[in-house]
């Protein structure tokens, strides 16, 4: 299976350092046209599949791809962004919240734990794989949990994990290979 895993488009909290989490922040206006050229690009990959986070800041970007795609899209609930409790909406630049973040796997002051996001997501890449075998799918996510799906693919340092980072419209393609289990990164 080939799976895609691109981040939504921009938010005005996105353009201004702040932690949406699991606030439903609307696309901006730059980030309509980050996910219509998303869609541009994805447009030559003949996707199977398109599960996309519950917020409307994925979703809008999922249906900006799937209807250049011709595809429809399924919400996920296991897509949605970690969820920062008392961070939300604060600045990620933060000196609190840098420590709090790197405080593996601790929860994030009434938010989750970086083990809980995992036993979700890596739940869904294992049962997306077994669904769709030699197809392509399309994740439409956030960027803690496209950090979590390239940790999925990799072994990361604790330095590597906290440096890894999506960017508002772009997109990540990995491969689960066959029966031996493997998979590779691009």
Request: hydrophobic share 40%; with cysteine; proline share 2%.
């Amino acid at each position: 299976m080939k799976l895609y895993v691109a981040r939504h488009g921009q938010t005005d909290w996105n353009a201004e350092d702040r932690i949406c989490g699991i606030s439903d922040i609307p696309l901006n206006r730059h980030g309509v046209e980050q996910a219509q050229a998303l869609a541009d690009k994805l447009a030559e990959f003949r996707l199977a599949a398109i599960l996309s986070s519950p917020l409307g800041r994925a979703r809008e970007t999922a249906a900006i791809i799937a209807r250049a795609a011709g595809l429809d899209y399924t919400a996920d609930a296991r897509l949605i962004e970690r969820n920062y409790g008392a961070f939300e909406g604060t600045s990620r630049h933060a000196e609190a919240f840098r420590q709090a973040k790197r405080q593996f796997p601790g929860r994030l002051d009434g938010g989750e734990s970086l083990l809980q996001v995992g036993y979700r997501v890596y739940g869904l890449i294992e049962e997306t794989r077994a669904r769709y075998g030699g197809q392509s799918v399309l994740f439409v996510t956030h960027g803690g949990i496209c950090k979590v799906i390239h940790s999925y693919f990799n072994d990361l340092s604790n330095e590597a994990f906290h440096a890894f980072h999506a960017k508002n419209g772009a997109f990540q393609a990995y491969e689960c290979g066959g029966d031996d289990g493997s998979f590779t990164w691009k």
